[in-house]
Every structure is written in structure tokens, then in C-alpha cells.
């Protein structure tokens, strides 16, 4: 099944918060985040392997809760390039962790204007 | 690097008639995948590679979707007839290892008339 995101829009001034949610029914073994801009390719932002794993570089970071089957993204004093549509996509867990197999989420927009 | 390299960027076709997509990963990539994004569905994975050799193709959606990956260089996928209900964006990427990141292509925007 495909992972559900929330909210699947926001729009935000510069300079404020952020949280995308991802939550599966079934068990999540990886999560991967990507943003894409309108008209381009998704492009990677990080991914997590074990659960509570948490991962940031600049002012975005992730967390990853595996009992709750559930990974967050926060985005931290927003910038106008951080709009785009973000994806989670989760792997299936099995040898060599399979996260090549990813399954993408139904996508979060975000809008951040000045 | 030039990243992962997809042609043609845009495609117009008739129903009925053949398409194939072309992609070439990046270089010492040993995954390579096929998504398909229409706003309906989302982005969807229809079959994926390893070293080459298909490993997993349950997400092509009919026997009309086929794709191959002669060399670790090289990598096509054919519909054949084309459908209208097949319009959509189809990337190509690819990535170094069952872990690894996870490197998209611009895309093929291909519209069945």
C-alpha cells in the first residue's frame, strides 16, 4: 500500500516551520525523502534506515519512529527554494534491507511565499 | 557526471502506435528503475534492475510494457500499442547499491492521442 502523507499541502512565509508527515500500514524498514520542483525530476534529500534513526543537514531533518510506522520531515526557518512537492517512499524491508523497491507517498506541496 | 540521461524528453504519439523510452544511467550504477508519475496515481516503480537482470516487474502494468537493460549503459522501455490512458511522465534512475540514493532522470513526458 501507499504511504499516506499530511498535510498534503501548505503554504508557508519565509522564514517559518514546517512538519510532512508519512505514515504506512504496514512495517517500515526505510524511508527515503525527495523533493521535486514543478516540471522537474524528485531529487534526494536523505534516507533512513533503522528506526529512530533522525537525520539532518542545513535546516532539514527527518526522524524515523518504526513502532508507529511513521517518519517525519522538518524543515526549519523555510527558504523560498524549499517549495516543491515532497515525497516519502518506504522500502519493504527483506535481504539487503530492499529498499531499492521503494513505494512512493501521495506527496505534500509546499508553497512558501515572502 | 552528467547525471542520468533519458530521451526523448517529450513524446506525441498516436494510439496504436509503438513508443520506446531511452535511458542511461549513471556510470558505475549497478541499480537501475523505471517510475511512471501521472497525477492520479502518483509516482508508481514498474520494474527495476540489478547488475542488468530484471529483478522485479510487478508494477508494469500490462503485457503491452515491456523493458530491457542490454548493458550496465543502457536501458529501454517499450509500449507496444500505445494507449491513452498510458500518458504520463516516465523517469528512469538509478543508484549504487540496495541502500544507495536514488538518482533521477528529466523524465520522457509522453502524450497518447
Known amino acids: 500500500q501507499q504511504p499516506v502523507q499530511s498535510p498534503q499541502a501548505v503554504i508557508l512565509r519565509e522564514g517559518e516551520d514546517a512538519v510532512i508527515n508519512c505514515s504506512s500500514s504496514k512495517a517500515l524498514y526505510s524511508v527515503h525523502w525527495y523533493r521535486q520542483k514543478h516540471g522537474e525530476a524528485p531529487v534526494f534529500l536523505m534516507i533512513l534506515l533503522k528506526g529512530g534513526e533522525q537525520k539532518g543537514h542545513d535546516k532539514i531533518s527527518a526522524s524515523f519512529n518504526e513502532k508507529k510506522q511513521q517518519s517525519s520531515l522538518y524543515l526549519t526557518a523555510s527558504q523560498l527554494s524549499y517549495s516543491g512537492t515532497y515525497f516519502c517512499g518506504t522500502g519493504p524491508g527483506g535481504s539487503n534491507f530492499g529498499n531499492e523497491k521503494l513505494t512512493f507517498g501521495t506527496g505534500t506541496r509546499l508553497t512558501i511565499i515572502p | 557526471d552528467a547525471g542520468v540521461i533519458q530521451s526523448p524528453r517529450h513524446e506525441v504519439t498516436e494510439m496504436g502506435q509503438e513508443v520506446t523510452l531511452r535511458c542511461k544511467p549513471i556510470?558505475?550504477?549497478?541499480?537501475l528503475f523505471w517510475y511512471r508519475q501521472t497525477m492520479m496515481r502518483g509516482l508508481e516503480l514498474l520494474i527495476y534492475?540489478?547488475?542488468?537482470?530484471?529483478?522485479?516487474d510487478s508494477g508494469m502494468p500490462e503485457d503491452r510494457f515491456s523493458a530491457k537493460m542490454p548493458n550496465a549503459s543502457f536501458s529501454t522501455l517499450k509500449i507496444q500499442p500505445s494507449e491513452p490512458r498510458d500518458s504520463a511522465v516516465y523517469f528512469c534512475?538509478?543508484?549504487?547499491?540496495?541502500?544507495?540514493?536514488?538518482?533521477f532522470g528529466p523524465g520522457t513526458r509522453l502524450t497518447v492521442t
Open positions: 534512475a538509478s543508484s549504487y547499491g540496495p541502500t544507495g540514493e536514488q538518482y
Open positions: 556510470s558505475g550504477h549497478d541499480y
Open positions: 534492475f540489478n547488475n542488468n537482470v530484471p529483478i522485479d
